[in-house]
T-cell receptor, first 113, second 115 residues
Framework: DQQVKQNSPSLSVQEGRISILNCDYTNSMFDYFLWYKKYPAEGPTFLISISSIKDKNEDGRFTVFLNKSAKHLSLHIVPSQPGDSAVYFCAASATDSWGKLQFGAGTQVVVTP | DARVTQTPRDKVTEMGQEVTMRCQPILGHNTVFWYRQTMKQGLELLAYFRNRAPLDDSGMPKDRFSAEMPDATLATLKIQPSEPRDSAVYFC?????????????FGPGTRLLVL
């Protein structure tokens, strides 16, 4: 039962443009959401998170938006850089099960010159 | 630069052999997680500990997998006996268990191949 879904397995974007990654979830108990970036042969690296009391969180080039009514979140990367080429995972957890992160399948982002 | 370390980075073994993976969490983190990544299942949580006590191992095949935390600086994941279907990348992660809002920080993983 996939509670966190990333429906786009890949995304290609030009350097300098915006990358938009999407994530949907089904469990209404989820109240904390995270994005991770993963390079080959490395562990996932924490990027940015958002709690359900907010609808937006920014950190430099990365902004996460949360739409609770639609059970949807997105990650915006502006501007995209070649070093952003990686697999991006969306993850979610619920207060009563902190630590049990449910991960999406990931989106492979390729930033082209 | 604090980070989670894992050993070995790569392990090739034969079916039926025992495999032990080790993890050193970030100093001061009180929660340690074990994940497995496969092409088919993606990233799935196997078990986690808080303050060295096991909190949940429902994601782990109990008959052959065991996870322990002998002290605050070492977590182990053991497979005995190993099977080809255990081939995967195993990640350890650590975090501060302060309520809900805490990120988990991952190690580089142990790539396991069981022949």
């Amino acid at each position: 039962d996939q509670q966190v879904k990333q429906n786009s397995p890949s995304l290609s974007v030009q350097e300098g443009r915006i990358s938009i990654l999407n994530c949907d979830y089904t469990n209404s108990m989820f109240d904390y959401f995270l994005w991770y970036k993963k390079y080959p042969a490395e562990g996932p690296t924490f990027l940015i998170s958002i709690s359900s009391i907010k609808d937006k969180n920014e950190d430099g080039r990365f902004t996460v938006f949360l739409n609770k009514s639609a059970k949807h979140l997105s990650l915006h990367i502006v501007p995209s850089q070649p070093g952003d080429s990686a697999v991006y995972f969306c993850a979610a957890s619920a207060t009563d099960s902190w630590g049990k992160l449910q991960f999406g399948a990931g989106t492979q982002v390729v930033v082209t010159p | 630069d604090a980070r989670v370390t894992q050993t070995p980075r790569d392990k090739v073994t034969e079916m039926g052999q025992e495999v032990t993976m080790r993890c050193q969490p970030i100093l001061g983190h009180n929660t340690v997680f074990w994940y497995r990544q496969t092409m088919k299942q993606g990233l799935e949580l196997l078990a986690y500990f808080r303050n060295r006590a096991p909190l949940d191992d429902s994601g782990m095949p109990k008959d052959r997998f065991s996870a322990e935390m002998p002290d605050a600086t070492l977590a182990t994941l053991k497979i005995q006996p190993s099977e080809p279907r255990d081939s995967a990348v195993y990640f350890c992660a650590s975090g501060m268990g302060q309520g809900t809002f805490g990120a988990q920080y991952f190690g580089p993983g142990t790539r396991l191949l069981v022949l």
